[in-house]
């Protein structure tokens, strides 16, 4: 019986692209926190704790890279930078939910002990 992700394939080149951009360190908690609209650095920095500016600039380019966020200048005094999610990023919208409800599920903060088995 195919899996609705089976297409046949033994690899993925694009489910693999996917997985290792999204995969890659703080990356996700950057889009999850981008799903609530658009925002500037600092503000991302302080939503996301343990976050280092080097990691984030070189995150945000990358996503900006690969046409998931846009970074827009604001002329104004001071001058302001937010970035957005586009059309792209936004449309990841349903995976990045899914992932959380599985990781409340599953990992649950401030508990050590792990959750029980609902299959079970």
């Known amino acids: 019986m ?3 992700y089976d297409r046949g394939e033994s690899f993925c080149p694009s489910y693999h692209h996917a997985v290792e951009l999204i995969g890659r360190r ?3 908690v950057i889009l999850r926190e981008l799903l609530l609209g658009a925002s500037r650095y600092g503000q991302l920095r302080s939503a996301i704790p343990e976050l280092t500016d080097k ?3 070189n995150r945000l380019r990358e996503l900006e890279s ?3 966020v846009t970074r827009t200048v604001i ?3 001071p001058v302001r930078v ?3 999610l586009t059309k792209k990023g936004k449309d990841l919208e349903n995976a990045i939910t899914a992932l959380s409800e599985w990781a409340d599920r599953w990992f649950p903060a401030g508990d050590d002990a792990p959750p029980p088995d ?3």
């Open 75 to 77: 002329d104004a005094s």
């Open 55 to 57: 990691m984030l600039t």
């Open 66 to 68: 690969e046409g998931l």
């Open 118 to 120: 609902p299959g079970r």
């Open 2 to 4: 195919s899996q609705p």
């Open 26 to 28: 703080w990356s996700g």
């Open 82 to 84: 937010e970035y957005a």
